[in-house]
């Protein structure tokens, strides 16, 4: 996916585009984590696949776990969102009005206090949880939401450790 100031909008093409819809179309509710270097695309395929899976009226958790830049939330802080709209503006304004947990990590980087940083992850995917489970007993209802895990731009040596331990260990 890729962003072009000649064309109006992102592109993204087709293979990804079918495995999108694949996904929103899908009965089961599912957890997918978005990983890639820096500037590779992350937070613009996050709010492809959250608008994508809105279209298809499922209900959608963002999962922000990138400190430097994260889309709904201030720089230091890690969010779990419920989005109800759809994600159309930059990241400065996707902050406003949302239903959301936030945890003040303060700093920029997963490596300043790594101990920190997981279980302020591992606090907001229970919050998911718990939140996920009771909605489901009031409605009587299976359909659940669908968690979107938007990741940090560090992919290498220690950041790739630390990406399978939040996929191990905790999501």
Known sequence: IYYSPIIKGISVPPPVQRFVDRISNGRSVSTIMVCGNKGAGKSTFTRYLINRLLNSKRKVACL?????????????????????????????????????????YGSNTPSDNLEYYKSCISYLVHQFINENNEEEEENNSSDGTFLVVNSFGWVQDLGFTIHQEIINEII
């Open 64 to 104: 922000d776990i990138d400190p430097g830049q994260p889309e709904f939330s201030l720089p230091g802080c890690l969010t779990l969102t419920y989005v109800d709209d759809f994600c159309f503006n930059n990241p400065e304004h996707n902050v406003l009005q949302r239903n959301q947990k936030r945890v003040f």
